[in-house]
């Protein structure tokens, strides 16, 4: 079984027979964060962890930057995905949760400022060889709420390469 010495993690076992996807939880600021591996084939490679190191080892960069191109896309596009992720949990969640979610309970008080400090990063999804973008970021503003998610994908550049709003 291969080993490698995984950023901020440390000697983490690559066992074959799991159909290209590994697992392990990245500590960070607010907690530890899964982190899952999807890659094609059952061996995980020295050049697969070479195209997805810095998104581990700067996991917290990388969270800044989500949190940047959503504010961005909310200032941009006032019908965008953040805007329609906000104002759908406006709407549907009640004043009790708005006040523990927020710290507001009106939910004509929701702006891009609440989101940002609500969102909880829940997942980072790394995709080694992948054509388009090569690691995902899933927030969420609490999981007991919400089944949404409001995701960035970054390209293996770094560079912000989509963001959309999953179930």
Partial sequence: MPTFDLPVVGP??????TGGY????LPMR?????????ADGDTFTRD???EIAVFISDAARFDELAREAFRAEFTEKPEGTVSVYL????????????LRIFGVED???LDINYLLEALQLERIGLYPGAEGYV???DYTIDQEATDYTLVVEFDGEGEVYGISMDS
């Fill in 87 to 98: 104002s759908h949990h406006a709407e549907e969640l009640g004043e009790k949760d708005l």
């Fill in 22 to 25: 590994w697992q392990f939880q």
């Fill in 12 to 17: 983490t076992d690559f066992p074959a027979g």
């Fill in 135 to 137: 690691a995902v970021f």
């Fill in 48 to 50: 697969m962890l070479a």
């Fill in 107 to 109: 939910p004509d008080d």
């Fill in 30 to 38: 607010g907690g530890d964060v899964p982190v899952d591996i999807n």
